[in-house]
Nanobody, 120 residues
């Protein structure tokens, strides 16, 4: 399973941005697909990644991290086998590399990150 992230970029605080994650699978049944993010910093490691949002594909449930609840919206595109994260009212603290992840029956698949930078 391969994940391809797209979108990202640099915006001002208060603006919006959308990132997407395409998954190379015939179906995402029993998958949960979502995003983690890793803030900038020389000593940041994998364990510092923060949960952002996830979509349980079959059940249709959405999950959000506390820091993005009410500002970010995750959605799915069945035809494109893709999840999209709409990020509104961005703040500088949202600046990070965003990583897409797909979890299936205990296995995790990670995509390359995409940079999101929010300036004050």
């Amino acid at each position: 399973v391969q994940l391809q992230a797209s979108g990202g970029g640099s915006v001002q605080a208060g603006e919006s941005l959308t990132i997407s994650c395409a998954v190379s699978a015939r179906t995402l049944n029993r998958y949960t697909v979502g995003w983690f993010r890793q803030p900038p910093g020389p000593d940041r490691e994998f364990v510092d990644r923060e949960f952002v949002a996830a979509f349980a594909w079959s059940a249709g449930y959405r999950y959000y991290g506390d820091s993005v609840q009410g500002r970010f919206t995750i959605s799915r595109d069945n035809a494109k086998i893709m999840v999209t994260l709409q990020m509104d009212r961005l703040i500088p603290e949202d600046t990070a590399v965003y990583f897409c992840i797909a979890r299936h029956l205990g296995d995790d698949f990670w995509g390359r990150g995409t940079q999101v930078t929010v300036s004050s």
